[in-house]
């Protein structure tokens, strides 16, 4: 149910590249302190639905809010109260770790008397104060995606966005960063879509969204899907509603 507090409200979303119907109207909600997924194989729509939630793509139709904030007629205020994480790695490698955070933080006007002991205290928290000085490219996969994290949250977010940000880590490193997000979910009241293909990922969320060839196909808790589907796990439910399994 879409309320006045929703954290993110998407309305028959539609977007087209020429005869490919990438999104045919897509609607969702995310409430505070949700945790999301939007659970589809590739190629579902999945990134350009992401793209449109972050401005880098105009919906042909439809409608997104962010915390009340219209997307098409108030994009700086909507994109104000959203934090992202992308696919695509998207730190500068040759910044330091501490650099790459001030330079986000004063792209958004934090001041530096509020942003730096900020940094400071969640480089602490993230295990990364000792890298802090390091530059980018010298770290991990999983302690780059952490750094990511780190600079999405830097200014306080309503809504995170995160786009398949596991991908290219190992287990443990996917692990790590899937109960750091679910604890910020719990702490910080903040509404989660988290974009996957990977079952595993979608099963810590508290509602599943089957997104497939641009439509969503299932909308509700990972349980219900599997009644729905007659099947004992997400995976053999979300393989069958897709038509992976014959």
Do not use: Y
Request: proline residues 4%.
């Amino acid at each position: 149910m879409v309320t006045a507090s929703s954290a993110l409200v998407c309305r028959d979303i539609t977007k087209s590249f020429g005869p490919v119907h990438a999104l045919a109207g897509v609607s969702l909600q995310v409430a505070p302190g949700e945790m999301v997924a939007l659970l589809g194989p590739n190629g579902a729509g999945k990134t350009t639905l992401f793209q449109i939630l972050t401005g880098l793509f105009v919906a042909d139709g439809g409608q997104v809010e962010v915390l009340g904030a219209d997307m098409r007629r108030n994009p700086v205020a909507a994109l104000a109260r959203l934090g992202v994480v992308f696919q695509q790695m998207a730190l500068d490698l040759n910044l330091s770790v501490r650099a790459n955070l001030r330079f986000h933080a004063d792209l958004h006007g934090l001041p530096r008397r509020s942003s730096s002991p900020r940094i400071e205290a969640m480089l602490e928290h993230f295990g990364l104060a000792s890298q802090a000085g390091a530059p980018a490219r010298s770290l991990s996969g999983g302690n780059r995606r952490k750094v990511e994290l780190l600079r999405a949250l830097l200014h306080e977010p309503r809504l995170l966005l995160m786009d398949e940000a596991t991908v290219g880590l190992d287990p443990a490193s996917r692990s790590q960063l899937l109960d750091e997000v679910v604890s910020l979910t719990a702490s910080r009241g903040m509404g989660v879509l988290w974009a996957t293909h990977l079952v595993a990922e979608a099963e810590r969320a508290h509602r599943v969204v089957v997104l497939d060839k641009g439509k969503v196909l299932f909308d509700g808790a990972a349980a219900d899907l599997c009644r729905q589907q007659g099947q004992a796990s997400l995976e053999a439910a979300f393989l069958q509603l897709t038509g992976a399994r014959k």
